[in-house]
């Protein structure tokens, strides 16, 4: 047990998926996995292991933002012993050639601070994705038909923004979409040598103010689910 996840040792399986909601993760690992079973539920944080096509898999929640992601991913890492972790969450679209549906697939988050500011200082790190998780996920959104975009995103600290000249400048610089927890999750990945990746469905957009209608989101959710599964065990 840790301080936040109440797992007992073996009970996380090596590749996690973490969906911000952890009644997410509870849809994801009833409808996906086989034999789900909760391994956690310490403040109401879901998280469930069970196998999908015989291997073994964690569902866990990370609740929003990159400070609460980034507890559960240094726990999972460092005394779980996880060594794969995709982030499967939704984001808004910046840019006029992304569509309300279309999946992301993110190669880089750029943030204005994360919680490993305080270790980087003056250093621009640059948060990436693992590459051959990328790879797979990208060859299996496409043979699912899913509209697919690969590149930047942008992990804000602030859902709510007052500074709405900081998303123009993130869609001057072609970066696809924001979100909340993508660029902590790179960056602890990256620390302590697992892989990790963000692959995310555009449930608003910045510039044209769609909404994905909530019946639609169970569906999207649901492909972001099995393109995680299927490039994990690529
Ligand atoms: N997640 C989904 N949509 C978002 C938005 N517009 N801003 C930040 N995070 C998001």
New binding site residues.
């Given amino acids: 047990m840790t301080i936040h996840i109440g797992a007992k040792p073996g009970d996380i399986a090596q590749t996690v998926l973490m969906p911000g909601d952890p009644y997410r993760a509870k849809w994801a690992a009833e409808t996906f996995l086989t034999a789900p079973r909760l391994v956690n539920e310490v403040r109401g944080m879901l998280g469930f292991t069970g196998t999908w096509r015989g291997n073994e898999v964690t569902i866990h929640g990370s609740g929003m933002g990159m400070p609460s992601l980034s507890i559960y991913a240094n726990e999972l890492i460092r005394d779980y012993g996880a060594k794969t972790l995709i982030r499967i969450?939704?984001?808004?679209g910046m840019q006029n050639s992304v569509g309300i549906r279309d999946v992301i697939v993110a190669m880089t988050a750029s943030s204005v601070s994360t919680p490993s500011r305080g270790i980087f200082r003056e250093l621009n790190f640059a948060p990436c994705a693992d590459w051959s998780l990328l790879r797979a996920a990208v060859t299996a959104a496409e043979a699912k038909g899913v509209t697919t975009h690969v590149g930047g995103i942008y992990s804000?600290d602030v859902?709510y923004?007052e500074r709405p000249d900081l998303n123009e400048q993130m869609t001057r610089h072609g970066i696809l979409?924001?979100?909340?927890e993508a660029a902590e999750l790179y960056n602890v990945a990256a620390r302590h040598g697992v892989r990790a990746l963000a692959v995310l469905t555009v449930?608003?957009h910045?510039l044209t103010g769609e909404a994905l209608p909530s019946e639609d989101r169970e569906k999207s959710f649901g492909d972001m689910v099995e393109i995680a599964l299927e490039s994990a065990f690529a």
Avoid at 177 to 180: C, I, L, P
Wanted: net charge negative.
């Fill in positions: 969450g939704s984001c808004g804000a859902f923004d979409g924001v979100e909340m449930s608003d910045l």
